[in-house]
């Protein structure tokens, strides 16, 4: 059955969403259309591009995540210096290296440009701090002065996973010149489930969610008692409420729901047995739900007409 897939932000727990699509593809299910926030974006453009579950597993295996932190060197002693990136560059790495693994693997795809892909294909969320506003990828790009058909899905995809403070932002220009600050779009919406869905709640087919958290209209309660902790309230805040508040009943009943807990969005040094474990959970979060969705899917129904 042809579904159209849509993937939450989640940093590194994002690799938990690797072991879901392998309990998707056992049942198969085969993506139209992906779309996805921040690591969701990266791993739907992979999907995009034809990667299977077992080579993004194999991809997982093979990379160093810390190279990902790609410091920008500096005479500066390190302690006062991070200080110094956050305030002059926004964020502690350039993500340049994110960059290019992302380019390199789309690359061995035939993947360089959104013109490579089908249209409509693929929808990256990211978010213009400068103007306010959602962006999404490719549809806006052109309120930028660019053309989607040259634009590098790679550079979408940085652009989408550029975490506040840790990532370098990505900086863009309007027709007027203007400067924008392009940073993760998980600050707007982490999970564009409504990408795919028509104003009278209808889709073209079913749209089938992949969300990291732990389930619909249920955010944990944050404990804020210092700096820190307001910081991470306020992001997990913003990743997480403004879509819960737009998903119905209905939109959740079409979701696989993986509460990674215990793992950071930013550990870029997991053990080998970390990545197994996350991917073994998100599969295990995959089969257990679509055990019930496939069986009650066999004659799929638009939203408007379900009861």
Same mark, same amino acid.
């Given at each position: ?17 690797? !072991? ?7 049942? !198969? ?8 926030? $921040? ?103 052109? &309120? ?35 400067? $924008? ?7 707007? $919406? ?49 990743? &997480? ?22 793992? $950071?969005?930013?550990?870029? &040094? ?21 055990? @019930? ?12 007409? @379900?009861?």
């Amino acid at each position: 059955m042809m579904v159209d897939g849509v993937f939450s932000g989640g940093g590194i727990k994002g690799i938990s969403l690797i !072991g879901a699509i392998q309990a998707a593809e056992e049942r !198969g299910l085969q993506f139209k259309r992906v779309a996805g926030t $921040s690591a969701g974006a990266l791993v739907a453009s992979l999907v995009a591009a034809g990667y299977t579950s077992a080579e993004l597993k194999d991809l997982i295996h093979n990379v160093d995540l810390k190279q990902f932190l790609d410091e920008k060197k500096s005479w500066v002693p390190i302690p006062f210096m991070n200080w110094l990136k956050v305030y002059w560059k926004l964020g502690l790495y350039k993500g340049d290296a994110l960059e290019r693994w992302v380019k390199e693997l789309l690359k061995a795809k035939g993947i360089e440009t959104f013109a490579d892909i089908p249209d409509g294909s693929l929808k990256i969320i990211a978010s213009d701090i400068t103007r306010g506003r959602l962006v999404v990828l490719p549809d806006d790009l052109q &309120e930028y002065g660019l053309l989607k058909e040259k634009f590098p899905v790679a550079r979408a995809i940085r652009m989408s996973c550029s975490i506040p403070y840790f990532f370098y932002p990505i900086t863009l220009y309007n027709r007027l010149g203007q400067k $924008s600050f392009i940073v993760d779009g998980g600050v707007l $919406s982490n999970f564009p489930i409504w990408l795919f869905q028509r104003k009278d709640r209808t889709s073209e087919r079913p749209v089938l969610g992949f969300q990291l958290s732990s389930s619909y209209g249920n955010i944990p309660a944050h404990k804020v008692n210092n700096a820190f902790n307001l910081f991470k309230a306020l992001f997990q805040t913003m990743m &997480e409420a403004h879509d819960n508040r737009h998903i119905s009943k209905y939109d959740a009943s079409d979701i696989i729901f993986i509460p990674v807990k215990e793992i $950071s969005v930013v550990d870029f &040094e997991l053990a080998e047995e970390t990545k197994n474990a996350l991917m073994d959970f998100g599969y295990l979060q995959g089969t257990e739900f679509l055990n @019930r969705w496939v069986s009650g899917k066999k004659i799929w129904t638009p939203y408007k007409n @379900r009861a």
